[in-house]
């Protein structure tokens, strides 16, 4: 079993910046593709970003240039930034694992872009 620890969310003002962080921790063997999808409240989940062991990155195109993702496999954590948000980045994030053929999810993490 493997947990996944977020932290980071919060309120920011539209063209703040924020990074979150996720964190795996437990029963793990080697993780493989670990990333990003954000839930807003109106809408279904769509993937952010991901990133292979190797460090190879994948965005959805609209967060492409906007979001920058990142990982330490020595650390089994991942990050997100965003240098300048948007109030249509206000979502829950939820970063996610992928490990012995499971994926393992984080908590979730809000992130409220508002004056």
């Known amino acids: 079993q493997v947990q996944m620890v977020e932290s980071g969310g919060g309120l920011v003002q539209p063209g703040g910046a924020l990074r979150l962080s996720c964190a795996a921790s437990?029963?793990?063997?080697?993780?493989?593709?670990m990333g990003w999808f954000r839930e807003a409240p109106g809408k279904g989940r769509e993937l952010v970003a991901d990133?292979?062991?190797?460090?190879?990155?994948h965005y959805l195109d609209s967060m492409r240039g906007r979001f920058t993702i990142s990982r330490d496999n020595a650390q089994n954590t991942i990050w997100l930034q965003n240098d300048s948000l948007k109030p249509e980045d206000t979502a829950v994030y939820y970063c996610?694992?992928?490990?012995?053929?499971?994926?393992?999810w984080g908590q979730g993490t809000q992130v409220t872009v508002s004056s």
């Open positions: 996610y694992a992928d490990e012995g053929g499971n994926r393992y």
């Open positions: 437990g029963s793990i063997s080697r993780l493989d593709v």
């Open positions: 990133i292979s062991r190797s460090g190879a990155t």
